[in-house]
């Protein structure tokens, strides 16, 4: 009996002091850095513009209009979402996706050309791309991948969306 009591002391006394030995004030918060993005500098009517000229003459009227219409809130939706300040750019996070990213298309410089990478400040657990090119990955998803390999895995998965036009 005695020695529960003084394990469990112990134990108290242990959590007492590592509690004390993290040091939260010194935390930074997560901000952009760096030169700000052409994706967030360029007007929605311009990226708008340059995507509808993709869309290919030879589908049917109907169609095209059907196209055209999506084209129109997806990049104005999009374009909230980036001025939102949630989406970060520059910072450590984001730093780091794109190293993973480098490494996956080392052998494909036109392709990760075309990619950009950034964290979305949300715990959700999810990443998606858009179809000019955008990887967005949440802070949730980050947070719960247990190494580099899972990361690159969800990049991968989010690349194969954007080659395939999904």
Same mark, same amino acid.
């Given at each position: 009996?005695?020695?529960?009591?003084?394990?469990?002391?112990?134990?108290?006394?242990?959590?007492?002091?590592?509690?004390?030995?993290?040091?939260?004030?010194?935390?930074?918060?997560?901000?952009?850095?760096?030169?700000?993005?052409?994706?967030?500098?360029?007007?929605?009517?311009?990226?708008?513009?340059?995507?509808?000229?993709?869309?290919?003459?030879?589908?049917?009227?109907?169609?095209?209009?059907?196209?055209?219409?999506?084209?129109?809130?997806?990049?104005?939706? *999009?374009?909230?979402?980036? &001025?939102?300040? %949630? $989406?970060?750019?520059?910072?450590?996070?984001?730093?780091? /996706?794109? !190293?993973?990213?480098?490494?996956?298309?080392?052998?494909?410089?036109?392709?990760?050309?075309?990619?950009?990478?950034?964290?979305?400040?949300?715990?959700?657990?999810?990443?998606?791309?858009?179809?000019?090119?955008?990887? *967005?990955?949440?802070?949730? &998803?980050?947070? %719960? $991948?247990?190494?580099?390999?899972?990361?690159?895995?969800? /990049?991968? !998965?989010?690349?194969?969306?954007?080659?395939?036009?999904?």
């Amino acid at each position: 009996m005695l020695l529960k009591k003084i394990f469990l002391a112990i134990v108290v006394m242990l959590f007492s002091i590592s509690l004390r030995a993290q040091e939260f004030n010194n935390y930074k918060r997560l901000k952009c850095e760096g030169p700000v993005p052409k994706d967030f500098t360029m007007l929605a009517s311009d990226k708008y513009k340059l995507s509808k000229n993709q869309i290919a003459d030879s589908i049917a009227k109907k169609d095209k209009k059907v196209e055209e219409d999506f084209l129109h809130f997806s990049v104005y939706d *999009l374009d909230d979402l980036l &001025l939102s300040g %949630q $989406v970060l750019f520059g910072d450590t996070v984001t730093k780091y /996706l794109n !190293h993973v990213l480098d490494n996956i298309l080392v052998n494909n410089k036109p392709l990760r050309d075309s990619l950009r990478i950034y964290t979305m400040r949300t715990d959700e657990v999810n990443a998606f791309t858009t179809n000019d090119g955008i990887i *967005l990955v949440t802070m949730g &998803l980050v947070s %719960q $991948v247990d190494n580099e390999a899972e990361l690159a895995f969800v /990049l991968c !998965h989010e690349i194969q969306h954007f080659t395939h036009h999904h």
